[in-house]
């Protein structure tokens, strides 16, 4: 089920990861190019909650990617609406989606979607992010953490900024 005129859904826009991927499988299926299997899940599963995370709704999302040509201009028309997250909002919604089916409510899922594609073999995959590139025959990427990202946002904890997490120490009441 290769198809490479989608984003990955590890693809940031704005910050976010899958927005992107959203977006351009709304503009397939208004054009007609969407392939069948893809269209039962518009609006549902990770479209849904990434549309409930923005504050809008899927069918709002749709009258915006059908009358804007830039993904920024659709998101921040999304954040206008809806709601802008924050960048402690931000990092842990992507944190979620990318590892949303490895331990959770969704693993099972991934496990019968792995058998269903003929993927078993592949230990690599252990997420939905990590199945769907897989399928669509991008290099599947790994969930592990190096560090770099949380070194460049900052936390309010008690309504002080603190510049990393790693720094933290005083905190031992949290």
Same mark, same amino acid.
């Given at each position: 089920m290769k198809n490479p005129d989608l984003r990955s859904p590890c693809d940031k826009v704005g910050g976010l990861v899958y927005f992107g991927r959203m977006v351009d499988q709304i503009r397939a299926h208004?054009?007609?190019?969407?392939?069948?299997?893809?269209?039962a899940n518009l609006g549902k599963g990770l479209d849904e909650h990434c549309v409930n995370f923005l504050g809008v709704s899927?069918?709002?999302?749709?009258?915006?990617?059908?009358?804007?040509?830039?993904?920024?201009a659709i998101l921040e028309s999304c954040f206008g609406?809806?709601?802008r997250p924050s960048e402690a909002e931000t990092y842990i919604w992507n944190e979620f989606m990318l590892k949303r089916g490895w331990h959770d409510d969704a693993s099972q899922t =991934?496990?019968?979607?792995? *058998?269903?594609?003929? @993927?078993?073999?592949? !230990?690599?995959?252990?997420?939905?992010f990590q199945?769907?590139?897989?399928?669509?025959?991008?290099t599947v990427r790994t969930n592990h953490y190096d560090g770099s990202y949380l070194d460049?946002?900052?936390? =309010?904890?008690?309504?002080? *900024?603190?510049?990393? @997490?790693?720094?933290? !120490?005083?905190?031992n009441g949290f």
């Open positions: 208004a054009n007609g190019e969407l392939p069948p299997e893809y269209q899927y069918d709002l999302l749709v009258q915006y990617v059908n009358e804007a040509v830039f993904d920024e609406m809806g709601h =991934v496990k019968q979607l792995k *058998r269903e594609q003929g @993927l078993t073999a592949r !230990s690599e995959i252990e997420t939905i199945l769907i590139d897989a399928a669509e025959g991008r460049q946002i900052s936390l =309010v904890v008690g309504g002080r *900024r603190h510049s990393r @997490l790693s720094s933290c !120490s005083h905190l």
